[in-house]
C-alpha cells in the first residue's frame, strides 16, 4: 500500500464538484485470543502508553484500529490514535515510532486483500436486464404514438427523393426505414444514480455481492 504500486489518483475518487477533502479507510483487526495476537494487543497497548492515553483494564479491547489516510496529492499514510499527540521527550518519541514500526510489520506482514468482484459490472446488468424492460415498457405505451413518428419518416424521405429528382438525380432513390417496435428505435437512456452526489451508474461503486 506505501509504495503505490497501483497509484491511489484522486480524480478517479472523488466526484468533480468536490474541490477538497481525503480519502480515509478504517482498517480493524479484530484479535482473538492466543499468544500471537495478545502479543500484538500488548505491543499496542504499549503505544497507547507511550501517548499517554488510557486503557481499561475491566474490559481490554480486542480490537486495533489503523486509518489509511490519501492526502489530495495521493500520498499514503497510516495512522494510530490520530487525535493524540506525540511525547515531548525525545527517547519516548523514537521508542514511540520504534514500536509503531514493528507493529505494522507484525500485522501486515502477513495480510492478503483480496478484491472480490460482482458477477456483472453495473453497466452489464443495466444493459442486459434493465434497459431492455424499460424499452418494453415505453414499446407497450408509445405503440400508437409511434404510428405518428413513422409516418414523419416516411414524410422526410419523401421530400428528399423529391429533392434527388428536382437536380437531376431522378435515378437515384433512398429509403429510410424505421424498425417495426419503438423498443428497437431506442438507442440508449441516461441512468444517473442520486444518493448523497447525483452521478452516472459507472461512477458508483460495486461492494460485494453473494
Known sequence: MTNQRLRYD???DFPHSVEGGRTTISIVFECEH???DGYILERYNRIRQLLQLPISNSSPSQAINILLTFSENGTAAFQIFPNSKRPARSASALELDHEIELLFD??????AVHYIQSDKRFTEIYEDMVLPSVKLELDA???EMYHTVKQ???????EINQYL???GLAGFTIRLAAPDHIADFIRD?????EDEIEGDLQSKGMGIQD
Open 189 to 193: 437512456i441516461d441512468f444517473r444514480l
Open 165 to 167: 429528382m428536382d437536380i
Open 10 to 12: 484522486r480524480r478517479r
Open 34 to 36: 492466543n499468544e500471537v
Open 106 to 111: 507484525e500485522l501486515f506482514f502477513n495480510l
Open 141 to 143: 405505451n408509445l405503440s
Open 152 to 158: 414523419s419518416i416516411n414524410s422526410v424521405n419523401a
